[in-house]
């Protein structure tokens, strides 16, 4: 953990470094700013995407001195923009449809030919 100010905050920052079998995955600075003239807490969050996952780390308030680390791991996270952008793609594709933007001719029905 680090202190840090800035021109009108107070920030502690945490760095975590992520490994898995002892390989090097990723590493994390997630930090709570302090605004002494607006009196307001905000949080940064660290985040690590892959194609397949996302891993959050946020620092929360600190209780007796100790800072509280919450590490999220959402698995197939990213896989809600891919969805988003396939509907996009089916939405243009309905677009594209040159019959219903030109508008094909209406088909006469029997009556109409009868009553001519």
């Not at 945490?14 to 307001?40: C, D, E, K, W, Y």
């Not at 690590?48 to 209780?63: M, N």
Request: glycine share 10%; net charge positive; charged share 20%.
């Amino acid at each position: 953990m680090g202190d840090g100010a800035g021109p009108n905050y107070r920030e502690r920052t945490a760095r975590i470094t992520v490994s898995r079998n002892g390989v090097l995955v990723t590493r994390l600075a997630p930090g709570r700013r302090a605004f002494t003239t607006q009196r307001m807490e905000t949080t940064e969050t660290s985040i690590h995407t892959t194609g397949f996952a996302d891993l959050y780390a946020v620092l929360g308030e600190e209780r007796d001195g100790k800072a509280i680390l919450r590490l999220h791991y959402n698995p197939l996270a990213p896989w809600i923009w891919i969805g988003a952008l396939i509907m996009a793609f089916g939405g243009f594709l309905s677009i594209a449809d040159r019959r219903l933007r030109i508008g094909a001719p209406a088909r006469r029905t029997t009556q109409a030919v009868a009553a001519e």
